[in-house]
Nanobody
Framework: QVQLADSGGGLVHAGDSLRLSCAAS????????VGWFRRAPGKDQEFVAS????????VYADSVKGRFTISRDNAESMLHLQMNSLKPEDTAVYYC????????????????WGQGTQVTFSS
Protein backbone atom coordinates (compact mmCIF):
# COMPACT_ATOMS: atom_id res chain seq x y z
CA GLN A 1 0.00 0.00 0.00
CA VAL A 2 1.09 3.59 -0.57
CA GLN A 3 0.81 6.75 1.47
CA LEU A 4 0.21 10.08 -0.22
CA ALA A 5 1.35 13.60 0.58
CA ASP A 6 -0.02 16.52 -1.42
CA SER A 7 1.66 19.86 -1.84
CA GLY A 8 1.79 22.92 -4.04
CA GLY A 9 -1.28 24.87 -3.01
CA GLY A 10 -1.19 28.60 -2.50
CA LEU A 11 -2.71 32.00 -3.09
CA VAL A 12 -3.64 32.71 -6.70
CA HIS A 13 -5.31 35.34 -8.89
CA ALA A 14 -7.63 34.95 -11.85
CA GLY A 15 -5.77 33.53 -14.82
CA ASP A 16 -2.84 32.25 -12.79
CA SER A 17 -1.32 28.80 -13.10
CA LEU A 18 -0.42 26.46 -10.29
CA ARG A 19 0.98 22.95 -10.15
CA LEU A 20 -0.07 20.58 -7.40
CA SER A 21 2.02 17.55 -6.57
CA CYS A 22 1.39 14.34 -4.70
CA ALA A 23 4.29 12.23 -3.49
CA ALA A 24 3.66 8.55 -2.92
CA SER A 25 5.66 6.40 -0.56
CA UNK A 26 6.11 2.70 -1.16
CA UNK A 27 6.94 0.73 -4.26
CA UNK A 28 3.36 -0.07 -5.21
CA UNK A 29 2.53 3.33 -6.72
CA UNK A 30 2.70 2.12 -10.34
CA UNK A 31 -0.18 -0.31 -9.83
CA UNK A 32 -2.59 2.31 -8.50
CA UNK A 33 -4.94 4.52 -10.40
CA VAL A 34 -4.80 7.99 -8.88
CA GLY A 35 -6.92 11.07 -8.95
CA TRP A 36 -7.54 14.56 -7.64
CA PHE A 37 -10.63 15.66 -5.78
CA ARG A 38 -11.48 18.98 -4.21
CA ARG A 39 -13.75 20.40 -1.55
CA ALA A 40 -14.78 24.02 -1.74
CA PRO A 41 -16.08 25.84 1.33
CA GLY A 42 -19.64 24.77 2.08
CA LYS A 43 -19.76 22.27 -0.78
CA ASP A 44 -19.50 18.53 -1.25
CA GLN A 45 -16.30 16.91 -2.37
CA GLU A 46 -15.94 17.07 -6.15
CA PHE A 47 -14.07 14.91 -8.64
CA VAL A 48 -11.42 16.83 -10.58
CA ALA A 49 -9.36 14.35 -12.62
CA SER A 50 -8.03 10.82 -12.56
CA UNK A 51 -5.40 8.84 -14.40
CA UNK A 52 -4.80 5.14 -14.95
CA UNK A 53 -1.88 3.23 -13.46
CA UNK A 54 0.23 3.47 -16.63
CA UNK A 55 -0.85 7.02 -17.41
CA UNK A 56 -2.54 6.00 -20.62
CA UNK A 57 -6.06 7.07 -19.69
CA UNK A 58 -7.07 10.30 -17.99
CA VAL A 59 -10.51 11.65 -17.21
CA TYR A 60 -11.53 15.18 -16.26
CA ALA A 61 -14.50 16.91 -14.76
CA ASP A 62 -16.24 19.19 -17.23
CA SER A 63 -15.49 22.17 -15.01
CA VAL A 64 -11.72 21.78 -15.46
CA LYS A 65 -11.45 20.19 -18.90
CA GLY A 66 -9.08 22.14 -21.11
CA ARG A 67 -7.58 24.01 -18.15
CA PHE A 68 -6.19 21.28 -15.90
CA THR A 69 -3.84 18.45 -16.83
CA ILE A 70 -3.20 15.40 -14.67
CA SER A 71 0.05 13.50 -15.06
CA ARG A 72 2.12 10.95 -13.22
CA ASP A 73 5.72 9.85 -13.05
CA ASN A 74 5.83 6.25 -11.88
CA ALA A 75 9.62 6.20 -11.69
CA GLU A 76 9.49 9.05 -9.18
CA SER A 77 6.19 7.96 -7.55
CA MET A 78 4.68 11.37 -8.22
CA LEU A 79 1.30 12.64 -9.33
CA HIS A 80 0.79 16.18 -10.61
CA LEU A 81 -2.09 18.47 -11.46
CA GLN A 82 -1.20 21.40 -13.68
CA MET A 83 -3.88 24.04 -13.27
CA ASN A 84 -4.05 26.87 -15.80
CA SER A 85 -6.45 29.77 -16.26
CA LEU A 86 -7.54 29.51 -12.64
CA LYS A 87 -10.93 30.88 -11.68
CA PRO A 88 -12.33 31.94 -8.30
CA GLU A 89 -14.53 28.85 -8.30
CA ASP A 90 -11.39 26.71 -8.26
CA THR A 91 -10.83 27.75 -4.65
CA ALA A 92 -10.82 24.54 -2.60
CA VAL A 93 -8.77 22.07 -0.67
CA TYR A 94 -7.35 19.64 -3.22
CA TYR A 95 -6.74 16.01 -2.33
CA CYS A 96 -4.91 13.30 -4.20
CA UNK A 97 -6.26 9.79 -3.84
CA UNK A 98 -5.34 6.30 -4.97
CA UNK A 99 -7.17 3.07 -5.66
CA UNK A 100 -6.33 -0.30 -7.12
CA UNK A 101 -7.93 -1.07 -10.51
CA UNK A 102 -9.15 1.52 -12.96
CA UNK A 103 -9.65 5.22 -12.28
CA UNK A 104 -13.16 6.53 -11.71
CA UNK A 105 -15.12 9.52 -10.48
CA UNK A 106 -16.28 8.18 -7.13
CA UNK A 107 -14.41 9.42 -4.09
CA UNK A 108 -15.78 6.60 -1.90
CA UNK A 109 -13.96 4.06 -4.06
CA UNK A 110 -10.57 5.59 -3.27
CA UNK A 111 -9.27 4.17 0.02
CA UNK A 112 -5.99 6.08 0.14
CA TRP A 113 -5.87 9.87 0.53
CA GLY A 114 -3.41 12.67 0.93
CA GLN A 115 -3.87 15.30 3.61
CA GLY A 116 -4.98 18.02 1.19
CA THR A 117 -3.48 21.24 -0.07
CA GLN A 118 -5.31 24.57 -0.10
CA VAL A 119 -5.78 26.69 -3.22
CA THR A 120 -7.17 30.11 -2.37
CA PHE A 121 -8.10 32.99 -4.62
CA SER A 122 -6.98 36.46 -3.80
CA SER A 123 -8.99 39.36 -5.12
Amino acid sequence: QVQLADSGGGLVHAGDSLRLSCAASGRAFPIYAVGWFRRAPGKDQEFVASISSNGGVSVYADSVKGRFTISRDNAESMLHLQMNSLKPEDTAVYYCAARAFSPNYYSYEYPIWGQGTQVTFSS
